[in-house]
């Protein structure tokens, strides 16, 4: 699984300049940083699924799988957003809800700012992550999982967390043709009507890149209608952000 590769990557990560450090391992394709607070960042690509990570954070006091961080996807300004807990991590190790959207913006930053939020008698800890200017490595990986290293769409993506829930979810049907990978995701921007009717959706970012479930997903999230979480009456024009998965197991 590429999560557990990551984890075990991570352990075996040693601090040097620096630099992205580009590994090659059991069809694992990765390019990772490891900071002297014991922080690190890491992009993989593997049977053409593509994950971006952050791992050596405080171990999460619950159990929760998400966790909300703030970071600097827009900087200078901080703003909040919920990260996957990797399983059998405590949450010091999770990923972005986007991959390829984080990705291409630290190959184009200078730096990353990540800001964990307090939690019970532990204090907010910020981390101010400079990145090299060399990011070839990084690169490899993101072009090995074809995912484009510039793309203008990610402009609009706003990582807060979703003030809306599916009141209706939508009608999930298989893709008419399948993705050759067993897992696939989409990330899809949509502005709604008073009713909580999707439309006017974008998609941001797919997963594995060009599987062609990004353009089934867009067809089917229309058939769905979200709410407000605390209740209050939808407002034409808001704008909310999901991501649709597809999976296939065998039997």
């Given at each position: 699984?590429?999560?557990?590769?990551?984890?075990?990557?991570a352990?075996?990560?040693?601090?040097?300049d620096?630099?992205?450090?580009?590994?090659?391992?059991?069809?694992?394709?990765?390019?990772?940083i490891?900071y002297?607070?014991?922080?690190?960042?890491?992009?993989?690509?593997?049977?053409?699924?593509?994950v971006?990570?952050?791992?050596?954070?405080?171990?999460?006091?619950?159990?929760?799988?998400?966790?909300?961080?703030d970071?600097?996807l827009?900087?200078p300004?901080?703003?909040?957003?919920?990260?996957s807990?990797?399983p059998?991590?405590?949450?010091?190790?999770?990923?972005?809800?986007?991959?390829?959207?984080?990705?291409?913006?630290?190959?184009?930053?200078?730096?990353?700012?990540v800001r964990?939020?307090?939690?019970?008698?532990?204090?907010?800890?910020?981390?101010?992550?400079?990145?090299?200017?060399?990011?070839?490595?990084?690169?490899?990986?993101?072009?090995?999982c074809?995912?484009?290293?510039?793309?203008?769409?990610?402009?609009?993506y706003?990582?807060?967390?979703?003030?809306?829930?599916?009141?209706?979810?939508?009608?999930?049907?298989?893709?008419?043709?399948?993705?050759s990978?067993?897992?696939?995701?989409?990330?899809?921007?949509?502005?709604?009507?008073?009713?909580?009717?999707?439309?006017?959706?974008?998609?941001?970012?797919?997963?594995?890149?060009r599987?062609?479930?990004?353009?089934?997903?867009?067809?089917?999230?229309?058939s769905?209608?979200?709410?407000?979480?605390?209740?209050?009456?939808?407002?034409?024009?808001g704008?909310?952000?999901?991501r649709?998965?597809?999976?296939?197991?065998?039997?």
């Amino acid at each position: 699984m590429i999560v557990g590769l990551l984890l075990a990557l991570a352990q075996e990560a040693v601090v040097s300049d620096l630099a992205w450090t580009a590994t090659k391992k059991d069809g694992l394709e990765a390019a990772s940083i490891e900071y002297d607070v014991g922080v690190t960042l890491s992009a993989a690509c593997r049977n053409g699924r593509f994950v971006f990570a952050l791992g050596g954070l405080p171990a999460m006091a619950g159990s929760e799988g998400t966790r909300k961080l703030d970071v600097s996807l827009r900087a200078p300004v901080l703003v909040s957003s919920a990260w996957s807990v990797a399983p059998n991590s405590n949450g010091s190790v999770v990923l972005a809800p986007a991959p390829s959207i984080y990705a291409r913006h630290l190959r184009s930053s200078e730096s990353f700012t990540v800001r964990i939020p307090a939690e019970g008698d532990r204090r907010a800890q910020r981390y101010q992550l400079a990145l090299p200017r060399d990011h070839a490595a990084l690169d490899a990986v993101m072009t090995a999982c074809e995912i484009a290293l510039e793309n203008a769409a990610d402009a609009i993506y706003d990582p807060r967390p979703l003030d809306v829930v599916w009141a209706v979810p939508p009608r999930i049907t298989p893709p008419p043709t399948l993705p050759s990978a067993s897992y696939a995701e989409a990330l899809i921007q949509c502005s709604v009507d008073e009713r909580g009717k999707p439309k006017d959706c974008a998609l941001l970012d797919e997963n594995p890149a060009r599987s062609g479930f990004g353009r089934h997903a867009l067809r089917m999230i229309t058939s769905g209608r979200v709410e407000r979480i605390d209740g209050a009456p939808m407002q034409a024009g808001g704008v909310f952000t999901t991501r649709m998965t597809f999976s296939m197991t065998e039997r």
